[in-house]
Antibody, heavy 119, light 108 residues
Framework: QVQLVESGGDLVKPGGSLRLSCAASGFSFSDSYMSWIRQTPGKGLEWVSYISSSGDTIYYADSVKGRFTISRDNAENSLYLQMNSLRADDTAVYYC????????????WGQGTLVTVSS | SYVLTQPPSVSVAPGMTATITCGGNNIARKGVHWYQQKPGQAPILVIYYDADRPSGIPERFSGSNSDNTATLTISRVEAGDEADYYCQVWDSTSAHVVFGGGTKLTVL
């Protein structure tokens, strides 16, 4: 059974930092492309970042480029998102998601972790 | 950057057919994926690569993609189909995953 379990969401002040984690199980993590996708409460989905199976290809949405860093540990079946210089508009539920490739469909989603940026 | 346009809402009576569109420039050249999201839940995949259906998704869900519009069609709509639906593509020019704004399907 595929499981993606996010953690690390919290209330943080503007300008602060936070690190999200995603623990994966039930599939071949090291063969999977992984993404972070966020959703502002009551709004639509916004792709944040993507990392290839080996970690050598990484892409970011323009809204987070230079502030967020995606990484993975295939030995630990874990995905991470380091978020720096957080802003109020980064407030969202952050989902960890698995896909077969950059153009492929997202097969599995975690349940999400809430990040709130507020003073 | 590439933009996907969806109608904010679609309403349909039970048993009828719901059609949700996703507009994008030459979208027919891209593979379109569709997700269903119910309140408080993570999205689930309902159609991938324009028209393929994952296992477990009813045959009532179908998709098509032509010219500048991709379409998700739900036949014989049931109350349980009420949800938000999102289309998604990969824009190779910008190397970005792109989502449409979402369509709220209301079953009357």
């Amino acid at each position: 059974q595929v499981q993606l379990v996010e953690s690390g969401g919290d209330l943080v002040k503007p300008g602060g930092s936070l690190r999200l984690s995603c623990a994966a199980s039930g599939f071949s993590f090291s063969d999977s492309y992984m993404s972070w996708i966020r959703q502002t409460p009551g709004k639509g989905l916004e792709w944040v970042s993507y990392i290839s199976s080996s970690g050598d290809t990484i892409y970011y949405a323009d809204s987070v480029k230079g502030r967020f860093t995606i990484s993975r540990d295939n030995a630990e079946n874990s995905l991470y998102l380091q978020m720096n210089s957080l802003r109020a508009d980064d407030t969202a539920v952050y989902y960890c998601a698995q896909a077969g490739g950059p153009a492929a469909e997202i097969d599995y989603w975690g349940q999400g972790t809430l990040v709130t940026v507020s003073s | 950057s590439y933009v996907l346009t969806q109608p904010p809402s679609v309403s349909v009576a039970p048993g009828m057919t719901a059609t949700i569109t996703c507009g994008g420039n030459n979208i027919a050249r891209k593979g379109v994926h569709w997700y269903q999201q119910k309140p408080g839940q993570a999205p689930i995949l309902v159609i991938y690569y324009d028209a393929d259906r994952p296992s477990g998704i009813p045959e009532r869900f179908s998709g098509s993609n032509s010219d500048n519009t991709a379409t998700l069609t739900i036949s014989r709509v049931e109350a349980g189909d009420e949800a938000d639906y999102y289309c998604q593509v990969w824009d190779s020019t910008s190397a970005h995953v792109v989502f449409g704004g979402g369509t709220k399907l209301t079953v009357l």
